[in-house]
Antibody, heavy 123, light 109 residues
């Protein structure tokens, strides 16, 4: 059974940093692209960042580009999101999600999601 | 960059009724690369439909997806109590960014 467990959320001041983790199990982690998606209070789902199976490529939404860094440690089956220069509008539940297919040259739908970790940015 | 617009924003229905949710894209969605998710508060989003009309594993057959090009529909044939939730469409494909619709809330009337 695929499991994704996010951690690292919490209350942080504006301008500070936070690192989120997503521990994966139940599948061959290194073979699948992974993505972070967030949901601000009262809002819908927003794509944040994605990386391929080997972690060599990284893509970001314009709203986080230059501030957030996605990475992965395939030896630990863990995905990360380093968030710097946090702003109030980064307040959200952050979900990690697993790409549905591997090795097909596409960014696919998400067949598994974690329960999310809440990040609250306040002055 | 594709923008997805879902309608209606809220759908008020009774158990047993049929729900029809719309997702319209600002440009044609390549190869019908469109997914639908169900999301309940405090839970992980759940994949329902991919490739516009393929039901995900263990999804009941009362959920169906249809459409092509720029207009897509999620239909719930007979609402069960556990189906009241927010539903999102999502576009995927060979390039990023991913796009999500803003969601449709299906609430109990």
């Amino acid at each position: 059974e695929v499991q994704l467990l996010e951690s690292g959320g919490g209350l942080v001041q504006t301008g500070k940093s936070l690192r989120l983790s997503c521990a994966a199990s139940g599948f061959t982690f290194w073979r699948f692209a992974m993505t972070w998606v967030r949901q601000a209070p009262g809002k819908g789902l927003e794509w944040v960042s994605s990386t391929g199976g080997d972690g060599g490529d990284a893509y970001y939404a314009d709203s986080v580009k230059g501030r957030f860094t996605i990475s992965r440690d395939n030896s630990k089956n863990t995905l990360y999101l380093q968030m710097n220069s946090l702003r109030a509008d980064d307040t959200a539940i952050y979900y990690c999600a697993k790409d549905a297919q591997n090795d097909n040259g596409m960014w696919d739908w998400f067949d598994s999601w974690g329960q999310g970790t809440l990040v609250t940015v306040s002055s | 960059e594709i923008v997805l617009t879902q309608s209606p924003g809220t759908l008020s229905l009774s158990p047993g009724e049929r729900a029809t949710l719309s997702c319209r894209a600002s440009q044609s969605v390549s190869s019908n690369y469109l997914a639908w998710y169900q999301h309940k508060p405090g839970q992980a989003p759940r994949l329902l439909i991919y490739d516009a009309s393929s039901r995900a594993t263990d999804i009941p057959d009362r959920f169906s997806g249809s459409g092509s090009g720029t207009d897509f529909t999620l239909t719930i044939s007979r609402l069960e109590p556990e189906d009241f939730a927010v539903y999102y469409c999502q576009q995927y494909g060979r390039s990023l960014p991913f796009a999500f619709g803003q969601g449709t809330k299906v609430e109990i009337k």
